[in-house]
């Protein structure tokens, strides 16, 4: 069935110009030849990156100061992930747009108890080792307050401490919690904490690290390297990777918004680009039907180089009258046709 | 084949918007003759050799890469597609843009388009984000806060492997090439924009003079 177009539709048409040969199927074999031939060529001359991830065990070794403070932050719950909020914990609002708060309103999905699956729960499994099983009953017959208080006196003698280390802190009231941040440290050492903390999908099998990222995390070790290797925030990190490689160009734009104000400051950073994002994603999808922005390769010509051969050819009117829709001025020969 | 069954008219819409010499035509416009043109296949050559090299480094598992000099080139080979893939596309966007290829009810193509776009932006993240390295740890820590602070976190947890693992290796892989298929049969059933301000019923500048509409 032919149907009539609307006046502003004539550029849907069936092409009636002048025509040349084209082989699609060759242009695709050449294509596939030519993009193999650089696909094969970039990966022999530049290879990829893989620096190996970093263990708890590793983290305790290299770190163990470190390792302690962020251990005695999780019992304290001064650290990131105590203070998350949703989707962890209850212990903070989370990010907001405006009044939009989307992060508390979608409310705790993934629990986190930082003190519990960080420190205590692990050091449940520790045998042979009286002065931590002795900490842990001292630890948990104490009240809330009284264990808050242990903890965040170690976490502020640990931050007074040179280079914070726990063997030089000033003597004070932290109860049992150097005891069992120093147990956890040899279970971190020993590598038994690496698996303790990953959550088991059967009891056996393992593939969600939440939990020992979100640990990893709340530390500045990892944040540290990061910072080596120029993928901090602030480095445009999001869109980098390790080592001199390319890595997520496209997201160039999603990390220019974190290095400029209000967003490299603003503790709504993350939902105030992401809603930014959110947006201009929308934008590019719907511009066909943006006025304005469809007007762009009209006001900015390149399409006269990019057709400049057939335009010698058949020139065409300026940008300020060639494209404006003929149904705008009025169809000059009258309604469109049917045929 | 009966008519009437929704089968038969199913078939004869597609003839009919589909013919052979839509689907894979001999000649085109005389304008189609810019490298410009180029780009859309480049992307899709790309595309075929990430699928390639994603599916060797499938067929032998997510740590095969990290021990093996064989798997670590797969790996750099799955990479550099990827690297392609991008380039080409973003100069294939940029092109189409600026030639305003949403012309003449071709927007469904533009539309079609920029989702694939940013489904591969989904998709090449995920990929960042199951390489098992410290690059993936940090850029999983760094991302779930923007995943988290609009709600998307809590189901889409970046943090959790296996579920990165397989909406990169399988969910999202599909989703790209579905609408990548989708995208080229737009092309081939609305054909590619004239040039801006150039009547295709005459092939010459419109005026007023020539201003008549012409029929598909």
């Known amino acids: 069935m032919r149907t009539a177009l609307r006046p502003h539709d004539w550029e849907a048409g069936s092409w009636r110009g002048a025509t040349r040969p084209y082989d699609l199927i060759k242009e695709l074999v050449v294509a596939l030849i030519v993009v193999g031939l650089l696909t094969v060529a970039l990966a022999a001359v530049f290879s990829s990156p893989d620096e190996a991830g970093v263990t708890l065990q590793r983290w305790a070794r290299s770190a163990p100061n470190d390792f302690v403070a962020t251990a005695a932050s999780e019992l304290d719950g001064s650290s990131g992930t105590a203070a998350y909020g949703p989707p962890y914990n209850h212990n903070g609002n989370g990010q907001s747009i405006g009044p939009l708060h989307i992060q508390r309103w979608i409310g705790v999905h993934i629990p986190v108890d930082p003190a519990g699956d960080y420190v205590i729960s692990p ?4 045998r042979g080792d009286p002065g931590v099983a002795a900490a842990l009953s001292t630890y948990t017959a104490a009240s809330t307050s009284q264990r808050q208080a242990w903890a965040s006196n170690f976490t502020t003698a640990l931050s007074a401490a040179p280079d ?10 932290y109860g049992p919690v150097p005891t069992l941040t120093t147990g956890l440290l040899g279970l971190a050492q020993s590598g038994a904490l690496d698996s303790q903390l990953v959550t088991p999908g059967s009891g056996f099998y393992q593939n969600d690290y939440t939990k020992p990222l979100l640990f990893l995390a709340d530390g500045t070790y990892l944040s540290d390297l990061a910072q080596q290797h120029h993928l901090s925030g ?26 400029v104000a209000p967003f490299n400051h603003s503790g709504n950073a993350d939902a105030l680009v992401w809603a930014i994002m959110l947006i201009l994603s929308l934008g590019l999808v719907l511009v066909p039907f943006i006025p304005g922005v469809r007007s762009i390769p009209r006001l ?37 046709t049917t045929s | 084949m009966s008519r009437s069954s929704w089968t038969g008219r199913l078939r004869d819409a597609a003839a009919r918007e589909l013919p052979p010499e839509k689907l894979l035509p001999d000649r085109q416009p005389a304008y189609v003759a810019s490298w410009i043109y180029v780009f859309g296949v480049l992307t899709l050559a790309a595309l075929a050799f990430i699928i390639v090299s994603g599916t060797l ?28 893939f991008f380039t080409f596309m973003v100069v294939h966007l940029w092109g189409k843009f600026f030639m305003a290829s949403w012309r003449g009810r ?31 740890q940090w850029i999983a820590t760094q991302a779930k806060d923007g995943m988290n602070s609009v709600g998307i976190g809590a189901f889409w947890n970046v943090l959790n492997f296996g579920q990165m693992l397989l909406w990169h290796v399988t969910l999202l892989p599909a989703a790209v090439i579905a609408l990548t298929g989708l995208h080229v049969l737009m092309v081939r059933v609305r054909g590619v924009a004239p040039p801006i301000g150039i009547d295709p019923a005459t092939g010459e500048a419109r005026t007023a003079m020539t201003g008549s509409a012409p029929t598909r």
Do not use: C
């Open chain 1, 123 to 126: 050091l449940r499994t520790v």
């Open chain 1, 164 to 173: 914070g280390d726990p063997a030089h802190v000033a003597a004070g009231d």
């Open chain 1, 234 to 259: 602030n480095q445009w990190g999001m869109m980098n990777e390790t080592g001199n490689f390319p890595g997520q160009a496209w997201l160039w734009l999603y990390t220019f918004w974190y290095q």
């Open chain 1, 300 to 336: 900015i010509p390149l399409h006269r180089l990019i057709w400049r051969s057939y335009y010698r050819g058949h020139p065409a009117p300026s940008a300020s009258e060639a494209d404006v829709p003929a149904v705008d001025r009025g169809s000059p020969s009258g309604p469109p």
């Open chain 2, 57 to 84: 480094l499938a067929l032998k598992g997510p740590g095969w890469w990290h021990g093996s000099a064989v798997g670590h080139f797969v790996n750099s080979l799955h990479l550099w597609s990827v690297e392609l």
């Open chain 2, 106 to 136: 071709r927007a469904l193509t533009w539309v079609t388009g920029a989702v694939t776009f940013l489904a591969s932006v989904g998709t090449a993240f995920t990929g960042y984000i199951v390489q098992e390295n410290f690059a993936s």
